[in-house]
């Protein structure tokens, strides 16, 4: 089993902060591919379903996102899953907006809610970094982190949650590069 965790805040006026882009992203892939509804549990909302021969268990910590950490620790207690099984989903100010990338470990560049994550796991957790942009200067990183999404980004936003959703059998599979590969594929065409 993997536990796939969307960063973001609970609350409706949070849905379209470019902070919540990662439960953006398991709400496409748990719509997408059949998942269970949302339940409570572990301080959070799950759902389970399988991507491919791979069981996967979708989780929205409700915590906020400066406490991401300790729902995602219960969870994996629960499951007796290791930091190895457990897939971020989250915002990117470093990444160019609507650019995707995926890396296992590093730092956590001042988000709260990686720096909660690997405060209880560890940092050898993978993570798919959903670029946000920098908005230029460092007095306007909380304004643009914490703003909705503008309307003329919401059509490229749908895209790539789309993309990221259609190949997500290439990251349950663990091939990386291949994941990363076909999402710039779809999202050239």
Do not use: C
């Amino acid at each position: 089993m993997q536990l796939w965790v969307g960063l973001g805040n609970p609350g409706t006026q949070y849905a379209l902060h470019r902070h919540n882009v990662g439960f953006m992203a398991l709400d496409v892939i748990a719509q997408d591919h059949g998942f269970s509804p949302w339940q409570k549990k572990f301080q959070g909302l799950i759902a389970e379903g399988r991507i491919g021969p791979e069981k996967i268990l979708l989780l929205k910590p409700q915590t906020f996102m400066n406490d991401s950490g300790r729902s995602i620790r219960a969870a994996t207690d629960f499951y007796k899953l290791g930091v190895e099984d457990v897939t971020v989903f989250h915002d990117e100010l470093d990444l160019a907006p609507m650019k995707m990338k995926v890396k296992r470990g590093g730092g956590t560049a001042g988000h709260n809610g990686l720096r909660s994550t690997d405060a209880h796991l560890g940092n050898d957790f993978r993570r798919v970094r959903i670029g946000i942009g920098h908005p230029g200067h460092k007095d306007r990183v909380t304004g643009h982190v914490l703003g909705n999404y503008a309307k003329s980004e919401l059509d490229p936003l749908a895209d790539l949650l789309g993309a990221l959703s259609r190949e997500a059998e290439w990251l349950a599979r663990g091939d990386d590069a291949r994941f990363m590969s076909e999402v710039a594929l779809r999202l050239a065409d």
